[in-house]
């Protein structure tokens, strides 16, 4: 990307000034080779002091003032901005004292800028809420001249939002219906799968209340033995073998509730 600098020289002051150019694509060296000969003979005839000086002078004859817009269609309540401009650097502490904040986040100007996404990126005092007559109303307690929406951007935006909001209604209603069938089908399949599988009758009557078993059973046949909450349990073969085969029914039980849990 090319760029150079022109000397300019302001019709305001005669003061001269730099530039600072840019060309862009196929053939930009040339382009930007006359883009800095128009400049420098009056194509760019304002430097910056007299074009902020300039700027000032037009907001404070044209004094406060303040535009309402409706807030964008996709936002979940129908918000509405009032956006204060003009001379609007005398009023600040007013407008901060009323709410206003210094912000660039405010919505485009029209509803089709709006859906396309454009944004406005200079600063300004913004006042924003969802009660639209308490917004303007506020607006023109600060604000002699108040720029409302016209009928057909307003007649645009609400039948905009009445689309969107149809749109996700059905979104939401899909949405509650598919989790409610997902449910229904963990819910059958839990139930099929029936409760975890039971210690043995006989190990649960020596098994202390509170206990916890750590999984493991001690000794060779003839001499069995579990710990729970490390006391001591002597079992007879059968016991532990039964107790082996249900710690792994269990295991297994969790791994199929898991599964059915997660909806695999």
């Known amino acids: 990307m ?7 020289t302001c019709r305001h002051c005669g003061k001269t000034f730099e530039k600072e150019l840019y060309e862009y694509g196929k053939g930009a060296s040339k382009r930007l080779d006359e883009k ?11 430097c910056p002091d007299c074009w902020k000086a300039r700027q000032r002078a037009e907001e404070k004859a044209a004094g406060l003032t303040c535009e ?12 509405v901005y009032a956006i204060f401009g003009g001379d609007s650097y005398s009023h600040k502490d007013e407008l901060k004292e009323a709410g206003c904040r210094w912000t660039e986040d405010y919505p ?8 396309l996404g454009l944004s406005q990126p200079r600063k300004a005092w913004v006042l924003y809420g969802t ?10 307690s600060l604000c002699d001249n108040v720029a409302l929406p016209d009928a057909m951007e307003m007649s645009a935006w609400a039948a905009v939002r009445g689309e969107i909001a149809g749109i996700r209604a059905r979104e939401e209603d899909e949405k509650a219906r598919e989790s409610a069938e997902k449910q229904a089908g963990i819910d059958a ?9 039971s210690w043995p009758e006989s190990v649960k009557a020596k098994w202390p209340d509170g206990a916890k078993w750590n999984g493991k059973v001690y000794g060779k046949a003839g001499n ?16 532990a073998e039964a107790m082996e085969r249900t710690s792994e029914a269990r295991d297994e039980w969790r791994k199929k509730k898991a599964a059915i849990e997660k909806g695999a």
């Open 108 to 115: 485009a100007g029209k509803v089709m800028a709006d859906l």
């Open 131 to 140: 009660d639209v007559d308490a917004i303007i109303d506020k607006a023109k």
């Open 68 to 79: 309402i817009r409706l807030g964008s269609v996709h936002d979940k309540e129908p918000r």
């Open 189 to 197: 399949a839990l139930e099929e799968l029936g409760p975890i599988p």
């Open 2 to 8: 090319p760029r150079a600098y022109a000397t300019c």
């Open 224 to 239: 069995r033995t579990v710990y729970f909450s490390g006391e001591k349990v002597t079992l007879t073969d059968e016991e």
């Open 36 to 46: 800095v000969e128009w400049a420098e003979n009056g194509g760019i005839d304002e």
